[in-house]
């Protein structure tokens, strides 16, 4: 059973153009996390929901932006892409950020294309 | 600064070769949690084991092992007798604290078959 479900799987934006992206889970998490991946490099944390709270990182751009309505959902939205944003967006889970035992889960990522 | 080197960017074998994927890392912590993660193509990341910083037994689960060495710092991962399924970008990563995990560039391991 998919536990981190992220939609769509490829998304195809134009430069500029507001494009979101959705994950949902079925954890019953309280934290959930945006990552963006750019080839052949690791993972890089944009922000993320404890519970309600957001947490932004401080060298997130101000162009991503993200939105937890309830505990399953949370998007991301980019306000206006540039060619430098394609990537990969990782959602990841976890219950209780607080525990350095808890253990993040990933969803299977949205591969971002910007023409 | 929290920091994770995986100085091998990509490594190719024949299956059922072991392969060893290094890890190294930095923290001034003297309580931390290490991570290694599997990305197969299709994206989604794998946890395979988590580690504490007091805990330095070596883990096997079937054919993974980790080896956690505290003084040189390393938590390397080997795979015995590699399958084609292990082909995979491998990510070791440190837990920092406030809610953030260090990633390790990755290795791209090609299991030849």
């Known amino acids: 059973d998919a536990m981190v479900i992220q939609n769509p799987r490829y998304q195809v934006t134009q430069f500029g153009k507001p494009v979101t992206l959705s994950c949902s889970q079925t954890l019953n998490h309280n934290v959930m996390y945006w990552y963006q991946q750019k080839s052949s490099q690791a993972p890089k944390l944009l922000f993320h929901y404890y519970d309600k709270d957001f947490n932004n990182e401080a060298d997130t751009p101000d162009n991503f932006q993200s939105r937890r309505p309830n505990t399953s959902f949370c998007f991301l939205d980019i306000r206006s892409p540039g060619l430098g944003d394609a990537a990969m967006y990782l959602c990841?889970?976890?219950?209780?950020?607080?525990?350095?035992?808890?253990?993040?889960?990933f969803g299977p990522g949205t591969r971002l294309t910007v023409l | 600064a929290q920091k994770v080197t995986q100085a091998q960017t990509e490594i190719s074998v024949v299956e059922k070769e072991d392969v060893t994927l290094d890890c190294v890392y930095e923290?001034?912590?003297?309580?931390?949690?290490l991570f290694w993660y599997k990305q197969p193509p299709s994206g989604e990341l794998v946890f395979l084991i988590r580690r504490n910083s007091f805990d330095e037994q070596n883990e096997i689960s079937g054919r993974y092992s980790w080896n956690f060495q505290k003084s040189t710092s390393s938590f390397n991962f080997t795979i015995t007798a590699s399958q084609v399924v292990d082909s995979a970008v491998y990510f070791c990563?440190?837990?920092?604290?406030?809610?953030?995990?260090?990633f390790g560039q990755g290795t791209r391991l090609t299991i030849n078959p």
């Open positions: 990563a440190l837990f920092q604290g406030a809610q953030k995990l260090v």
């Open positions: 923290t001034r912590d003297t309580t931390y949690y």
């Open positions: 990841a889970t976890s219950r209780d950020p607080e525990l350095p035992t808890d253990t993040q889960y």
